[in-house]
């Protein structure tokens, strides 16, 4: 069974850049033709969906964040990485690493100075 884990700092400042790691467990991140994603909600808001990477290691991304988004993996450490650059306050969110069939448990980042 395939487990997500998010890791990355609670709090980063305006014009920043967030960085954010996916640490997977139970499957690699090469195989099975997943797509591993990253998923935001902002407080009171839905669901916003960022982007994600193939198992073959292509990247997508949300139109309306692209020019922002970068998203990539080490593999020998079974891991996908998010980086989000120029945060503003409404980057505020719970960030989550999803897949297929499973989701991490999310992480909380705040934008404040």
């Known amino acids: 069974q395939v487990q997500l884990q998010e890791s990355g700092p609670g709090l980063v400042k305006p014009s920043q850049t967030l960085s954010l790691t996916c640490t997977v467990s139970?499957?690699?991140?090469?195989?099975?033709?997943?797509?591993w994603s990253w998923i935001r909600q902002p407080p009171g808001k839905g669901l916003e969906w960022m982007g994600a990477m193939t198992t073959s290691g292509s990247a997508y991304y949300s139109p309306s964040l692209k020019s922002r988004t970068s998203i990539s993996r080490d593999t020998s450490k079974n891991q996908i990485t998010l980086q989000l650059t120029s945060v503003t306050p409404d980057d505020t969110a719970v960030y989550y690493c999803?897949?297929?069939?499973?989701w991490g448990q999310g992480t909380q980042v705040t934008v404040s100075s």
């Open positions: 139970g499957d690699s991140i090469t195989t099975n033709n997943y797509y």
């Open positions: 999803t897949t297929d069939d499973a």
